[in-house]
């Protein structure tokens, strides 16, 4: 049976598919390597790479041709790590078979029939090492000389071009290659072959061998090389600005194979995996995909070169570049596509200046809207402030965080609207809110706080309590305030209970549809509804106040602090509503699909949508500074303790991204079905899923350390209430379920 292995490397993190429990760590370590899930350090070898378990901060290797199965490795729990380390530079096996193979330097030799007969990758004879110090007594353990790894090798030249020392000179080195036969892919001037540089491990040798398809000026072929190597010199100068995404060009040479008849030269760089993307040409094109580095790169060499060059033709697998095109001032080298300043023209008319163009300081040439810039977005240094070190309550629906869009929002001049009987019913409330807020900038005694025990709460000892039926239909959405528990049900009622007895005290109706949405500060509850309503009511006296109209679909989320009350909806909106008035303010938009989570944290406001994303909004511009990748499917549930957001999605995983890098830290794996909600302590985190389970996880080592089954049907809401160290959850079943967990003695 194969399964997928998770692996992490300085903080990525890539899947490996179709994996059997009895692969070993050596096969691991080459289809890592072969695959280029990560980007690892130039020169990089396959045995350079080390692989094992995290426990804490102790890295435990494991051992090579160790297989999955023997470390009890499971691949529905467990990251497996990778780190670098070098192993020196000892000379492979092919190096050291050749080091006795004498080279003619005669007149060329007609190609070995072997190399006819080529058309498949390097399969060389696995030779055993031999001892590394005293004499041989036993000849078995002597590996004997086996020719196979030089069938169809041919002896070639290798030109190297060096743009970084001042006189910028070639190179050559003489090697042997294996190339095959039947090209892997044809364009309209060169056919591209696979070659295999015999002197370096099959998995690292592995080439592309760009031969013309007709004649070719054998100086063609350096230019183009040449070109290559000094927009690599351009892109670590690039590199130098810090940009958000760094760039590469492929390191790249001239091959000529000197046992072929007649003049035969190529072209030759490394073999990336991946998907090849064409981001813009030297004729004006830009890509369809949205991407904003390439173009910043090209924009870049153009303004830092005063005018001179620019770097065109951006193509490659990611950020791996090849094949570019340098238009020049005066119009003179770099080959026929040099269009010179009739190329600085078509880029001009066609480049839209980007974020990553104003982070590095570039001169402005048709800038995008913000609302149109889909591509990467500069981090913004996020300041938490006292507030970053207590936890955030998610208030809206509990459970309810790459580089992404600068969002663009509209002002409604006149916010919501208010009849004249809802003024009436509001203004006390009004009058007691600004005497709360009042009250709070003047001198007053401070009231005793009630002494913190999370940190001895006990959460593996977790248990069930009782289970609690009210509703008709599937409860949405739990509220705790204080002694009281607010549940909100498909059955468009929201039901009151009091927690230290769990009955039901009151039953509040209004809303025409579903109840998807609540929370409450101290003097409203608001609750949200598939009919596209927010309502408030009175939190202490469960009397209905106002209704608040602006969306135009389901309400999904809420969440609250001192001046705003934020609403998340169908329409791909946020709404941001004023707490003394009721009035809307502003209207957020940027995602492609329904807002499902909302959580705030000091000046900025995360949301999660069904686009997959998460996005970072600074409330002092009400503008989208920063969007998170990572999910694969929706992002259903948000919270944040201290200096880190957790997000729960569709993909089953909980990522945990640093507030101060904004990069994901780690992913938490352990529901087989959706991740619906999560509600976080100082303890621990808890999240429900569609696997009708709520898993408890311990917020410092990152494990599960309880899973609490009883629902018949998928947990769509948990909330926590401290004092009583009760947690809840509300289910499709109808029912709501209590937990309870003891203090350590």
């Known amino acids: 049976m194969s399964v997928n292995v998770w692996f992490s490397y300085e903080g990525?993190?890539?899947?490996?598919?179709?994996?059997?429990?009895?692969?070993?760590?050596?096969?691991?370590?080459?289809?890592?390597?072969?695959?280029?899930?990560?980007?690892?350090?130039?020169?990089?070898?396959?045995?350079?790479?080390?692989?094992?378990?995290?426990?804490?901060?102790?890295?435990?290797?494991?051992?090579?041709?160790?297989?999955?199965?023997?470390?009890?490795?499971?691949?529905?729990?467990?990251?497996?790590?990778?780190?670098?380390?070098?192993?020196?530079?000892?000379?492979?096996?092919?190096?050291?078979?050749?080091?006795?193979?004498?080279?003619?330097?005669?007149?060329?030799?007609?190609?070995?029939?072997?190399?006819?007969?080529?058309?498949?990758?390097?399969?060389?004879?696995?030779?055993?090492?031999?001892?590394?110090?005293?004499?041989?007594?036993?000849?078995?353990?002597?590996?004997?000389?086996?020719?196979?790894?030089?069938?169809?090798?041919?002896?070639?030249?290798?030109?190297?071009?060096?743009?970084?020392?001042?006189?910028?000179?070639?190179?050559?080195?003489?090697?042997?290659?294996?190339?095959e036969q039947v090209p892997f892919a044809e364009g309209n001037f060169r056919k591209a072959y696979y070659c295999y540089d015999l002197s370096l491990n099959p998995s690292e040798g592995k080439l592309v061998a760009k031969i013309a398809k007709g004649k070719c000026p054998r100086a063609a072929y350096f230019e183009d090389v040449r070109t290559q190597m000094i927009a690599r010199k351009w892109a670590d100068r690039y590199n130098e600005r810090n940009p958000p995404k760094k760039v590469a060009f492929l390191m790249s040479w001239v091959l000529e194979m000197a046992d072929r008849p007649g003049e035969v030269i190529c072209g030759v760089e490394p073999h990336v995996e991946g998907k090849y993307i064409k981001y813009n040409n030297n004729s004006g094109y830009v890509g369809t995909d949205d991407r904003n580095t390439p173009q910043a790169f090209s924009h870049f060499t153009y303004e830092h070169s005063n005018h001179q060059l620019l770097i065109i033709d951006i193509q490659g697998v990611a950020d791996w570049y090849t094949d570019p095109q340098i238009h020049t001032y005066d119009g003179v080298g770099f080959g026929m596509g040099n269009l010179g300043q009739k190329g600085f023209e078509r880029f001009l008319e066609s480049h839209r200046c980007n974020a990553v163009c104003q982070y590095l300081g570039l001169q402005s040439v048709n800038a995008k809207t913000p609302a149109k810039d889909m591509g990467t977005q500069i981090r913004p240094d996020l300041d938490f402030g006292e507030s970053s070190s207590a936890p955030v309550p998610i208030l809206g629906r509990p459970?309810?965080?790459?580089?992404?869009?600068?969002?663009?929002?509209?002002?409604?001049?006149?916010?919501?609207?208010?009849?004249?009987?809802?003024?009436?019913?509001?203004?006390?409330?009004?009058?007691?809110?600004?005497?709360?807020?009042?009250?709070?900038?003047?001198?007053?005694?401070?009231?005793?706080?009630?002494?913190?025990?999370?940190?001895?709460?006990?959460?593996?000892?977790?248990?069930?309590?009782?289970?609690?039926?009210?509703?008709?239909?599937?409860?949405?959405?739990?509220?705790?305030?204080?002694?009281?528990?607010?549940?909100?049900?498909?059955?468009?009622?929201?039901?009151?209970?009091?927690?230290?007895?769990?009955?039901?005290?009151?039953?509040?109706?209004?809303?025409?549809?579903?109840?998807?949405?609540?929370?409450?500060?101290?003097?409203?509850?608001?609750?949200?509804?598939?009919?596209?309503?927010?309502?408030?009511?009175?939190?202490?006296?469960?009397?209905?106040?106002?209704?608040?109209?602006?969306?135009?679909?389901?309400?999904f989320c809420f969440c609250i602090n001192d001046q705003y009350l934020f609403s998340g909806s169908g329409d791909k909106s946020i709404k941001v509503w004023n707490l003394k008035t009721f009035d809307l303010l502003h209207t957020l938009e940027g995602h492609g699909r329904a807002i499902k989570a909302l959580c705030v944290s000091g000046q900025y406001l995360f949301s999660g949508s069904n686009d997959m994303t998460i996005k970072v909004w600074d409330l002092k511009s009400f503008r989208c500074s920063y969007t998170l990748k990572g999910h694969t499917k929706w992002v259903k549930s948000l919270c944040i303790l201290g200096t880190s957001l957790y997000s729960g999605s569709y993909d089953k995983t909980i990522r945990v991204w640093s507030l101060k890098s904004l990069e994901c830290t780690s992913t938490l794996r352990g529901h087989e079905r959706w991740v619906e909600a999560m509600t976080i302590t100082p303890k621990g985190l808890f999240s429900a899923s569609d696997d009708n389970t709520i898993r408890v996880w311990d917020l410092e080592s990152q494990k599960c350390i309880g899973t609490l089954e009883g629902h018949s049907g998928s947990v769509g809401s948990v909330v926590v209430h401290p004092g009583k160290r009760l947690l809840f959850s509300g289910s499709h079943d109808t029912t709501i379920r209590v937990w309870s967990w003891p203090i350590i003695q």
Request: negative net charge.
């Open 399 to 555: 459970g309810g965080g790459s580089f992404g869009p600068s969002i663009g929002l509209s002002r409604p001049g006149g916010g919501s609207s208010v009849d004249l009987a809802d003024r009436d019913r509001m203004e006390p409330y009004r009058e007691s809110y600004r005497e709360k807020q009042d009250s709070r900038s003047r001198e007053a005694p401070v009231k005793e706080a009630e002494p913190d025990l999370s940190s001895l709460w006990d959460l593996k000892s977790i248990k069930f309590q009782e289970t609690i039926k009210a509703h008709a239909d599937i409860v949405n959405v739990l509220c705790v305030y204080e002694d009281t528990l607010f549940s909100g049900s498909a059955d468009t009622t929201i039901k009151v209970w009091d927690i230290k007895t769990l009955q039901v005290t009151d039953t509040l109706k209004g809303h025409e549809g579903g109840i998807e949405a609540l929370c409450a500060n101290d003097q409203y509850l608001f609750t949200g509804s598939t009919d596209g309503g927010i309502k408030a009511w009175d939190v202490k006296r469960h009397r209905y106040i106002h209704t608040l109209e602006g969306h135009e679909e389901s309400v």
């Open 12 to 179: 990525d993190e890539a899947e490996l598919q179709d994996v059997t429990m009895d692969t070993n760590t050596s096969t691991l370590r080459r289809r890592l390597h072969d695959g280029k899930l990560f980007r690892f350090p130039e020169g990089t070898t396959q045995t350079d790479l080390n692989i094992g378990t995290l426990q804490g901060n102790v890295y435990d290797k494991w051992k090579p041709r160790t297989t999955l199965d023997e470390m009890n490795f499971n691949a529905s729990k467990d990251t497996l790590y990778v780190r670098i380390e070098k192993r020196g530079e000892d000379a492979s096996p092919a190096q050291q078979a050749l080091s006795n193979v004498p080279t003619p330097v005669s007149s060329p030799i007609i190609m070995p029939a072997a190399v006819q007969q080529l058309s498949a990758g390097p399969s060389p004879t696995p030779v055993s090492a031999p001892p590394a110090t005293g004499s041989v007594s036993n000849a078995a353990v002597c590996p004997s000389f086996s020719s196979a790894l030089l069938q169809g090798a041919e002896r070639a030249l290798r030109w190297e071009y060096n743009p970084y020392t001042s006189t910028a000179e070639w190179s050559q080195t003489a090697l042997l290659v294996r190339t």
